[in-house]
């Protein structure tokens, strides 16, 4: 599923880069991937799966 439309991101990209490269915050994960540097709609939902994945580890 889209998290970012405006970047064409999926919760499972997002979901990826968290365990592969370290991501924990939406800072980082804007730098990396640009999710919520447009419209920002996708902040909270973003945030959303990055706890989800680190609290799955
Ligand atoms: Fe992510 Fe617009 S949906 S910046």
Redesign the pocket.
Known sequence: MFV????GITEKQIANVVREEGIGNMRELRLSMG????????VQAAQEVIDATIVDE
Do not use: T
């Open positions: 970012c439309l405006c970047n999710v919520g540097s447009q419209c920002g709609k996708c």
